[in-house]
């Protein structure tokens, strides 16, 4: 039993004795205003219904049980053993219990890298669409990070073997998408080296093909998380030709068939900043057997498939600790009494409360866009596939750049104690800073937005056709800017891409990304009032074009009396009508 999992009832709202309460106890799902609502427009009813106890389990593990097992793993990080007591060189990861305990959550009860892959996942008689995946990832990242990049990972392998190997995809999908402890098998993927991170063309692991069909693998990877995985996705140099045209994508596993270790060991274990409860190493491969996957000529083009998977993934993870910073910034902030008052009726502290609330709305929107995208992508619509090749490196991108800055913000909104690890804040700045830095900087991913998925795949018009059809549906007052800052925005992003030399592809990314979540936002608010709820939304429509899409003199006062009309509606929680929020917008 981990040393202090679940021992901190000492903490959570009402706690206070002057110091600022927590959510520790919370139901994140139930304190999220906006996901269920949201969830109703974007998932067919029948589903909807059969998951929503699910969610709420998932919710009440994330304040509770999980988030607890999470502060212990992430305080005491894996262990490498090089070697058994008889000598044999073993190089096994030691995790707490804590770490296998989120595991049988995460892998086991919820099923999370299974659930897009077989059907009978959370009762479901088919797999379940990547909406519902990326909701509950969306809820588990509001408790733990780390454990999600080889849960992401092991879901984006099943999803690359079984595009482009059915033998490979028959091998391994049942063991990858397990529920069961003593029968699963987690993924990894070993890409980056010493020279080649961004620049994967510089790799220099050399595979070589053998007499029975295998192929051995020598070299190093520098960077490689869930490393003590069943089995990797690794590029190397199938051909003698330069830059990524020469790669192959090879299966390595970790044991072979025979029973014996593969040739390649763990080295070393990172000391990370953040994702501290799960091991990223360094890897030599010495001969090493694996399996070609695909067409060994196109090897980088096929782990694409993976990295955009596991980009999504990130930016998803992005989106739910924005959500936790929020709900920890705002039950501290209505919990602390400052000056005779609680900080959150200070005016300039409620100010700081909407500035974390927009990010963080914009990336949940555009998480469940994306998802649904998605789902049309994988049933054959190939304009969807193409909104989908945008959408994913846009959000990835933006969302992960906000959430450092929304962690921060949330971190001070506690005071000092928000910088103590005693508090979940210390830990998501940690963990919020990697986003931008693993799966592609920000740099390269905004390149392959502007440059290759604006620039080259022609993903562009689908992308504005289809934000522009929901505008339809829109009050005409609110649709008319937005649709125009949505087309502004694609004009630059194509203006961008024909510069070419990377300089705007960050601003032109951002652009498009605000612009869609300004249609988004006007959408969500439109039916969710024509359903009889709450038409909030909207306003932050009018938010995202006048803060993100407009000039603004640092030096005007704006508009004082409407700032002050949204900041009541959002830091109060009070819902608004179809009238009101028009109005307000
Ligand atoms: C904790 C952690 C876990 C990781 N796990 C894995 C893993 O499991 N598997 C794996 O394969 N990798 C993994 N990585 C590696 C990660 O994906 C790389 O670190 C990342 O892609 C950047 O590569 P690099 O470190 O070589 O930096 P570099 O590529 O050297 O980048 C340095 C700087 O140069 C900039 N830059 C590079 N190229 C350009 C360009 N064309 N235009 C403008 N700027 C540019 C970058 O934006 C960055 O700011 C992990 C990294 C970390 C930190």
Same mark, same amino acid.
């Given at each position: 039993m981990p040393d202090d999992a679940g021992g901190d009832a000492a903490t959570g709202p009402g706690q206070a004795g002057g110091i600022a309460p927590d959510a520790a106890g919370l139901n994140l799902y139930r304190a999220d205003g906006a996901l269920g609502p949201l969830l109703d427009l974007w998932m067919e009813a029948p589903l909807r219904a059969h998951l929503e106890p699910h969610l709420d389990a998932l919710g $009440? &593990?994330?304040?509770?049980?999980? /988030? !607890?097992? #999470?502060?212990? *793993?992430?305080?005491?990080?894996?262990?490498?053993?090089?070697?058994?007591?008889?000598?044999?060189?073993?190089?096994?990861?030691?995790?707490?219990?804590?770490?296998?305990?989120?595991?049988?959550?995460?892998?086991?009860?919820?099923?999370?890298?299974?659930?897009?892959?077989?059907?009978?996942?959370?009762?479901?008689?088919?797999?379940?669409?990547?909406?519902?995946?990326?909701?509950?990832?969306?809820?588990?990242?509001?408790?733990?990070?780390?454990?999600?990049c080889p849960i992401s990972m092991t879901?984006?392998?099943?999803?690359?073997?079984?595009?482009?190997?059915?033998?490979?995809?028959?091998?391994?999908?049942? $063991? &990858?998408?397990?529920?069961?402890? /003593? !029968?699963? #098998?987690?993924? *990894?993927?070993f890409m980056t080296?010493?020279?080649?991170?961004?620049?994967?063309?510089?790799?220099?692991t050399i595979a070589s093909a053998m007499p029975d069909g295998t192929w051995s693998l020598s070299g190093e990877k520098w960077f490689c998380s869930n490393a003590g995985a069943d089995a990797a996705l690794v590029l190397a140099r199938a051909r003698g030709v330069p830059g990524t045209a020469g790669l192959g994508l090879f299966l390595l596993p970790r044991m072979l068939p025979d029973g014996r270790r593969n040739r390649w060991r763990i080295v070393r274990l990172k000391d990370k900043l953040g994702t501290r409860s799960m091991a990223s190493g360094e890897v030599v491969l010495d001969g090493a057997v694996a399996y070609p996957v695909g067409d060994v000529t196109r090897g980088f083009a096929q782990m694409l498939e993976m990295v955009n998977v596991s980009r999504l993934s990130n930016g998803v993870r992005a989106a739910g600790m924005m959500r936790r910073a929020v709900i920890e910034a705002s039950v501290a902030a209505a919990g602390r009494v400052a000056f005779g008052r609680s900080v959150a009726d200070h005016a300039s502290a409620r100010r700081q409360l909407l500035k974390l609330r927009l990010p963080t709305e914009q990336a949940l929107s555009f998480t469940l866009f994306t998802a649904d995208v998605m789902a049309k992508a994988d049933a054959g619509d190939a304009g969807a596939a193409k909104v989908l090749r945008l959408a994913t490196p846009l959000l990835k991108f933006r969302a992960c750049r906000d959430a450092r800055k929304v962690a921060g913000d949330a971190m001070e909104m506690r005071g000092g104690n928000g910088y103590i690890e005693d508090f979940v804040e210390a830990r998501l700045v940690r963990d919020t800073h990697l986003g931008s830095i693993w799966e592609g900087t920000s740099n390269v991913v905004a390149e392959d937005a502007i440059a290759r998925a604006v620039g080259r795949a022609g993903c562009l018009g689908p992308f504005v056709v289809t934000l522009s059809a929901l505008l339809a549906e829109v009050p005409l007052s609110v649709a008319g800017p937005v649709s125009e800052a949505l087309h502004r925005a694609a004009a630059f992003a194509e203006e961008a891409a024909a510069e070419g030399n990377g300089t705007l592809n960050r601003q032109a990314a951002s652009g498009l990304y605000h612009a869609a979540t300004a249609v988004l936002f006007a959408w969500e608010g439109t039916m969710l009032a024509a359903r009889g709820g709450d038409a909030r939304r909207i306003t932050l429509a009018r938010i995202v074009l006048d803060h993100r899409l407009s000039a603004r003199d640092p030096l005007a006062r704006g508009d004082?009396?409407?700032?002050?009309?949204?900041?009541?509606?959002?830091?109060?929680?009070?819902a608004l009508t179809l009238a009101e929020a028009v109005a307000l917008a």
């Amino acid at each position: 039993m981990p040393d202090d999992a679940g021992g901190d009832a000492a903490t959570g709202p009402g706690q206070a004795g002057g110091i600022a309460p927590d959510a520790a106890g919370l139901n994140l799902y139930r304190a999220d205003g906006a996901l269920g609502p949201l969830l109703d427009l974007w998932m067919e009813a029948p589903l909807r219904a059969h998951l929503e106890p699910h969610l709420d389990a998932l919710g $009440a &593990l994330a304040g509770g049980r999980l /988030d !607890a097992l #999470a502060r212990d *793993a992430d305080r005491n990080p894996p262990t490498l053993v090089p070697r058994d007591r008889f000598g044999n060189d073993i190089d096994a990861v030691l995790h707490h219990p804590a770490y296998r305990e989120m595991q049988e959550i995460g892998l086991g009860r919820f099923g999370l890298a299974a659930m897009s892959h077989r059907a009978g996942v959370l009762g479901w008689p088919a797999p379940l669409p990547p909406i519902a995946k990326y909701a509950f990832q969306y809820l588990f990242a509001q408790a733990e990070f780390g454990l999600l990049c080889p849960i992401s990972m092991t879901d984006s392998m099943s999803r690359t073997l079984a595009r482009f190997d059915p033998v490979l995809a028959a091998a391994w999908l049942p $063991a &990858l998408t397990s529920q069961d402890p /003593d !029968a699963w #098998a987690t993924g *990894a993927m070993f890409m980056t080296e010493k020279r080649a991170g961004s620049d994967v063309g510089a790799t220099e692991t050399i595979a070589s093909a053998m007499p029975d069909g295998t192929w051995s693998l020598s070299g190093e990877k520098w960077f490689c998380s869930n490393a003590g995985a069943d089995a990797a996705l690794v590029l190397a140099r199938a051909r003698g030709v330069p830059g990524t045209a020469g790669l192959g994508l090879f299966l390595l596993p970790r044991m072979l068939p025979d029973g014996r270790r593969n040739r390649w060991r763990i080295v070393r274990l990172k000391d990370k900043l953040g994702t501290r409860s799960m091991a990223s190493g360094e890897v030599v491969l010495d001969g090493a057997v694996a399996y070609p996957v695909g067409d060994v000529t196109r090897g980088f083009a096929q782990m694409l498939e993976m990295v955009n998977v596991s980009r999504l993934s990130n930016g998803v993870r992005a989106a739910g600790m924005m959500r936790r910073a929020v709900i920890e910034a705002s039950v501290a902030a209505a919990g602390r009494v400052a000056f005779g008052r609680s900080v959150a009726d200070h005016a300039s502290a409620r100010r700081q409360l909407l500035k974390l609330r927009l990010p963080t709305e914009q990336a949940l929107s555009f998480t469940l866009f994306t998802a649904d995208v998605m789902a049309k992508a994988d049933a054959g619509d190939a304009g969807a596939a193409k909104v989908l090749r945008l959408a994913t490196p846009l959000l990835k991108f933006r969302a992960c750049r906000d959430a450092r800055k929304v962690a921060g913000d949330a971190m001070e909104m506690r005071g000092g104690n928000g910088y103590i690890e005693d508090f979940v804040e210390a830990r998501l700045v940690r963990d919020t800073h990697l986003g931008s830095i693993w799966e592609g900087t920000s740099n390269v991913v905004a390149e392959d937005a502007i440059a290759r998925a604006v620039g080259r795949a022609g993903c562009l018009g689908p992308f504005v056709v289809t934000l522009s059809a929901l505008l339809a549906e829109v009050p005409l007052s609110v649709a008319g800017p937005v649709s125009e800052a949505l087309h502004r925005a694609a004009a630059f992003a194509e203006e961008a891409a024909a510069e070419g030399n990377g300089t705007l592809n960050r601003q032109a990314a951002s652009g498009l990304y605000h612009a869609a979540t300004a249609v988004l936002f006007a959408w969500e608010g439109t039916m969710l009032a024509a359903r009889g709820g709450d038409a909030r939304r909207i306003t932050l429509a009018r938010i995202v074009l006048d803060h993100r899409l407009s000039a603004r003199d640092p030096l005007a006062r704006g508009d004082l009396v409407a700032e002050a009309a949204l900041a009541e509606a959002w830091v109060e929680d009070s819902a608004l009508t179809l009238a009101e929020a028009v109005a307000l917008a």
